[in-house]
């Protein structure tokens, strides 16, 4: 069965960067791309990009363009989202999620979430 | 402000059908799929409809999804206790080349 795992809570300070993980299994990693989204307390989920694990290409939501990295490792089959130039405001849960297909497909398999606190 | 529109709330009691609307666009909902997903409390989203109308393996028959012109809708018929959740609508948005998702749509089970 198709299983995203991610990594564990993290608190960080402003400024600092974070970097989170999401490992697959249960299908061919490299034939899914791969969503990240969050969801801030109190407000709804928000699209920040996406990653082809098969070539590494990225495509990120406008806002997030210059502090939002996206990459993979397709030795373990795991995907990272790291978000530098940390603010208050980036406290959330992170998810990853894959793609029913390519770019234009919404997310179907989603991970279990990451929380990062950003707090001085 | 989100680029898709959905009311903050929605309500009904069990057994009735009710509807959730998301508003959007010819760049998003227009020329697009969109998708629905139910948040519950404390847990990840899950997908609910994708492609407009189509329920993934498991989901009860109890949702369905439409869409005409720039507008779709979420209907959920015979609600359950177990109904009560956030709701968001989903769709890719050619102007953006990013997805884009409602403000979500909190339901209520009286």
């Known amino acids: 069965q198709v299983q995203l795992v991610q990594s564990g809570a993290e608190v960080k300070k402003p400024g600092a960067s974070v970097k989170v993980s999401c490992r697959a299994s249960?299908?061919?990693?490299?034939?899914?791309?791969m969503h990240w989204v969050r969801r801030a307390p109190g407000q709804g989920l928000e699209w920040m990009g996406i990653?082809?694990?098969?070539?590494?290409?990225?495509s990120y939501a406008q806002k997030l363009q210059g502090r939002v990295t996206m990459t993979r490792d397709t030795s373990t089959s795991t995907v990272y989202m790291e978000l530098s130039s940390l603010r208050s405001e980036d406290t959330a849960v992170y998810y990853c999620?894959?793609?029913?297909?390519?770019?234009?497909?919404?997310?179907?398999?989603w991970g279990q979430g990451t929380l990062v606190t950003v707090s001085s | 402000q989100s680029v898709l529109t959905q009311p903050p709330s929605a309500s009904g009691t069990p057994g009735q059908r009710v509807t959730i609307s998301c508003s959007g666009s010819?760049?998003?909902?227009?020329?697009?799929?969109v998708y629905w997903y139910q948040q519950l409390p404390g847990t990840a989203p899950k997908l609910l409809i994708y492609?407009?109308?189509q329920r993934p393996s498991g989901v009860p028959d109890r949702f369905s999804g439409s869409k005409s012109g720039t507008s779709a809708s979420l209907a959920i018929s015979g609600l359950r206790s177990e109904d009560e959740a956030d709701y968001y609508c989903?769709?890719?948005?050619?102007?953006?080349?990013?997805?884009?998702f409602g403000g979500g749509t909190k339901l209520t089970v009286l």
């Open positions: 999620a894959r793609s029913t297909s390519g770019w234009y497909g919404g997310p179907d398999y």
């Open positions: 492609r407009i109308n």
């Open positions: 990653i082809n694990p098969s070539g590494g290409s990225t």
């Open positions: 010819s760049s998003n909902i227009g020329n697009n799929y």
């Open positions: 249960g299908y061919t990693f490299t034939s899914y791309y």
């Open positions: 989903a769709a890719w948005d050619d102007s953006l080349s990013g997805w884009v």
